[in-house]
C-alpha cells in the first residue's frame, strides 16, 4: 500500500501542471491533461504495451474497435507524446516490446518480401506476426506500408536526446536503425533515373 501511494505520488510530481484562464477552458484542459494521464498509467508496467483503443478501459463488455492487434499509426498517438510528459519509461516498455520481437520480425520479413532486415508490420500481435495480411492474402493497404519502421526510428531517436542513455544507443537502437535501413536497402529497386525507388510502397494517414 505504501510503495503504491509512493508510485502515484512519483508519477503526478514528474507529470505536474496547472493551467488557468478566464473563460474556464485551460482549466478544462487541465482535467483532461489529469485523466488522460491516469488512463494511460493505470495500463502501463506490463510485458506488452497498452493498446490505443481504451486499455484496460473499456465501457462495452469486451468490445473494441479496430482490432487486428497494435496498429502503429495510432499507437504512436499513445507513445510520443509520453517523452513530452516526462514519462521516458513507459516509451521504453513500448521501445523493449519492438525490440524484443526483432527475431521474428527479420524472419518474417524474409518470408514476406524475399530480402533481409527488419520491417515490422503496421498491425501486428503481441509477438510481431502480421495481423492484416498473409502469404497466401496481402492485405492491399497494408502489406506495402512500411513508413512506421521509420517511425519507431524517430521515436528511439527521441527516446534517446530525452534520456541521453548512451548504452541504449549502442545496444539497442542503431541496431534496430541497421536493421530497419537493411530492409529499405535491399527491398529498393533501381530506377532508370539513377535513384532508388521503393516500388510498391504505400503511406498511411501520414
Not at 502501463?44 to 469486451?62: A, C, I, S
Not at 503481441?126 to 495480411?133: E, N, R, V
Not at 541504449?168 to 541496431?175: G, I, M, Q, S
Request: glycine share 8%; hydrophobic share 40%; proline share 3%.
Amino acid at each position: 500500500h505504501i510503495e503504491h501511494r509512493q508510485w502515484w505520488q512519483r508519477f503526478w510530481e514528474t507529470s505536474f501542471i496547472r493551467l488557468q484562464s478566464i473563460s474556464g477552458e485551460a482549466e478544462y484542459e487541465e482535467r483532461l491533461w489529469y485523466a488522460n494521464l491516469y488512463a494511460l498509467a493505470c495500463g502501463m508496467g506490463g510485458p506488452y504495451p497498452m493498446r490505443f483503443t481504451g486499455g484496460p478501459f473499456l465501457l462495452e463488455k469486451d468490445c473494441r474497435a479496430w482490432d487486428h492487434g497494435y496498429w502503429g499509426q495510432n499507437m504512436r498517438l499513445v507513445y510520443f507524446p509520453m517523452l513530452a510528459a516526462g514519462h521516458c519509461d513507459f516509451v521504453r516498455e513500448y521501445i523493449d516490446w519492438y525490440l524484443g520481437n526483432s527475431g521474428f520480425v527479420r524472419d518474417q520479413t524474409k518470408s514476406l518480401f524475399e530480402v533481409d532486415g527488419l520491417a515490422w508490420r503496421e498491425t501486428q500481435s503481441f509477438w510481431g506476426a502480421d495481423t492484416a495480411s498473409s502469404l497466401a492474402e496481402p492485405n492491399a493497404m497494408m502489406h506495402h506500408h512500411f513508413t512506421n519502421n521509420l517511425e519507431f526510428c524517430l521515436l528511439m531517436e527521441l527516446y534517446y536526446r530525452a534520456t541521453g542513455d548512451e548504452n541504449f544507443l549502442r545496444e539497442d537502437f542503431y541496431p534496430a536503425l541497421r536493421g530497419v535501413l537493411e530492409f529499405f536497402r535491399e527491398y529498393a529497386t533501381s530506377g532508370s533515373d539513377g535513384l532508388l525507388h521503393l516500388q510498391p510502397a504505400g503511406a498511411v494517414e501520414i
